[in-house]
């Protein structure tokens, strides 16, 4: 294999990165726990502002004065003040559904290259297919959650949202599959060395039919069009179905895990697949910043793309979703064939 | 037992070599390595021979003389040569490390070994997939301590309990709730070519049609695993079964006839 000598290198300088932390290396230092925290703040502090930058962009798209940038960051101070009323069928789910979804965000960044291009304390609990696992279990905790309250909004809501997730999990699984050929691993950080370090597999077919991929499995689990639109009055609602009987700082909750969800997987998109660049090497203060700045300027241009795609395409009928989804089934099958003639 | 009807001496010889062959397959099962591993084979089949040629002495049965001498030439002697010049000639003492280590594989403590690295669960390598859930479950709940100190600090008005909403109608709530057939109705959609769904609506209406009398819904999912799938393969064993059910007829005289054919052809065979 061509790949062979380059990947084996690579892979030894990552396990011994991230063999550090559990070997009682002396790589436990206070940095690399602060980087860590910095990773799990970042996506929880500038989640809202994410939103905020492609609501307010596609608000300037259609002529209109927008909210402002950080309108998200208002509306959950606001529900942070709010009463709680809590409907009278709802059991323990309804109350631990938001928490287990807010913890399963904060615990992904964690897992990821957010800040640092190397393997910081405890980001060995999890490889892509461990963060994907995790990410999983809060948007099922939040179905079940749908079905308890007997509401019969959040029902119709969970139950697209199963059939939506049934729908994407092929191509989801396939993209997987794809990295893992690509990469031989399935750990984030050998992914993006590999394609930092090798020009030609960045520019290969399937890389680029897997970044194909796994763009509409990004518009189709950050709730975009053309699969479903965000807005909540609507009686297609999908996402917000579900919590349509939660108010107040729950709500917050719920919300607020939503974005972390969406920064995470811009986040993956970003750092792994897509612009694998300008993530810190040594995890010194300006090298971060810098890390910061470069996030920052991927997730407009990510931005800018799904702005252009929410604003052009309409949404399509429920029974149309297998559409954008089969053809990154095909994009993502596409890719594993490019792998195989590598 | 054993002991029972035997003097003290043979009986706690016997009781000896029993105990440690036994030990020996224990030792066997827990060798790391190949070379070991047939050493012991030997020696348990040394103190086999030992013992059936104690009890062949003590109990006056000389056939167990030969079994004794045939266990020690060929599981003691013979095979294990034969193994060991194969060792040699693949030198496969090193990978032996694994295949062997049986004691301990039982209870998958050999593939555990491999398989976790700290707390870590590495499936092949440490460079191609890792993931903790003993980690994940140590951290997880430290981290939810988040979201539920910001409910608990942000609640300042009591928590007010009311009934769901319902588009402003108020139904009985147990009717209202989503149903498995609601729940599962896109999915039938989607996959209609598979499920094949049937909904039959009949209205039985007054002469004018403007109130419904009598309303019945049917629905069912066209069955496809049964018919394309088992019915085949049931349909193939019944009519085998059909088939063959002659043959088990219960007449004594055409079981003596099959018998007679029977020998005909083995006298068959030996003639030709």
Redesign the interface.
């Known amino acids: 294999m061509r790949l062979g000598p380059a990947v084996l290198s690579l ?2 300088s ?2 011994a990165a ?2 550090a932390p ?2 009682g290396r002396p790589a436990l230092t206070g940095r690399d726990i602060a980087l860590q925290l910095a990773q799990v703040l970042s996506v929880l502090l500038l989640a809202p502002l994410l939103q905020g930058v492609i609501l307010q962009f596609e608000e300037r798209v259609q002529r209109s004065q927008g909210l402002g940038l950080f309108q998200p960051y208002r509306d959950l101070w606001k529900l ?2 709010k ?7 709802a059991s323990w789910l309804y109350w631990a559904a ?3 979804a ?3 965000t ?2 992904v960044p ?1 897992l990821i290259p957010v800040l640092t291009d190397y393997p910081l304390p ?1 980001s ?4 892509i ?2 963060g994907g ?2 990410l999983t279990l809060g948007s099922f905790m939040i179905t079940l959650a749908g ?1 308890d ?8 809501g ?3 949202a ?2 939506v997730a ?2 994407a999990e092929p191509t989801l699984i396939l993209v997987f599959v794809g990295i ?1 050929l690509l990469a ?4 984030p950080f ?1 992914v993006n060395h590999l394609l930092v370090a090798e020009p030609s597999i960045y520019w290969g077919p399937t890389h680029l039919f897997l970044v194909a991929a796994f763009f509409v499995l990004l518009l189709v689990e950050t709730d975009r069009l053309p699969i479903h639109s965000s807005t909540h009055i609507e009686i297609y609602m999908i996402e917000e179905g579900r919590i ?2 939660y108010s ?3 709500l ?2 719920l919300r607020w ?1 939503s974005m972390m969800k969406e920064f995470i997987l811009y986040t993956i998109f970003c750092n792994v697949l897509l612009f694998p660049w300008g993530l810190s090497r040594q995890g010194a203060a300006l090298g971060i910043l810098g890390s910061l700045g470069a996030l920052a300027l991927k997730f407009l241009v990510v931005a800018c793309v799904v702005v252009a795609v929410e604003t052009v395409q309409s949404r399509l009928r ?2 149309r979703y ?1 559409e954008p989804l089969a053809a990154s089934f095909l994009l993502a099958i596409l890719a594993i064939v490019g792998t195989q003639l590598g | 037992m054993l002991a029972a009807h035997l003097a003290p001496l043979p009986a706690a010889l016997f009781s000896l070599l029993a105990i440690g062959s036994l030990l020996l397959s224990f030792v066997m099962l827990g060798s790391r390595w190949l070379r070991h591993y047939l050493f012991v084979f030997a020696a348990q089949s040394w103190l086999i021979a030992i013992l059936s040629g104690a009890v062949g002495y003590y109990g006056g049965y000389a056939e167990l003389y030969i079994v004794a001498i045939l266990t020690a030439a060929f599981r003691g002697l013979l095979l294990p040569y034969l193994i060991l010049r194969i060792i040699r000639r693949l030198e496969v003492h090193r990978e032996v490390h694994v295949i062997l280590q049986a004691s301990s594989s039982l209870v998958g403590a050999a593939v555990a070994a491999r398989m976790h690295d700290g707390a870590l669960l590495v499936p092949l390598t440490a460079t191609f997939a890792f993931i903790s859930p003993s980690l994940l479950i140590l951290v997880m709940p430290l981290l939810a301590l988040i979201p539920i100190l910001l409910v608990l600090g942000s609640k300042r008005r009591a928590i007010r309990r009311a009934p769901v909403w319902y588009g402003g109608l108020s139904p009985d709530p147990a009717r209202a709730s989503t149903t498995t057939l609601t729940f599962s109705n896109a999915m039938r959609t989607f996959y209609s070519f598979v499920y094949r769904p049937t909904a039959d609506t009949e209205r039985d209406a007054d002469v004018g049609g403007y109130f419904v009398r009598k309303l019945s819904f049917e629905h069912d999912v066209a069955p496809i695993f049964g018919p394309l799938l088992f019915q085949p393969a049931v349909r193939l064993v019944r009519g085998i079964a059909t088939r063959l059910r002659p043959l088990q007829s219960g007449q004594l005289n055409f079981y003596l006839g099959l018998i007679g054919l029977l020998l005909v052809l083995v006298l068959g065979l030996t003639l030709a």
């Open positions: 892979a030894n990552i396990e991230a063999e559990c070997c942070f003040h009463q709680i009323v809590v409907p009278e069928t938001p928490i287990v807010f913890t399963t904060l615990t964690i405890l060995d609990m999890g490889d297919l461990g696992l995790v079905l309250t007997r509401s019969a909004y959040g029902g119709i969970s139950s697209r199963v059939m049934i729908l893992t031989k691993a399935m750990l050998v349509l009987e107040g700082p729950i917050a909750i895990a429920f029974y297998q």
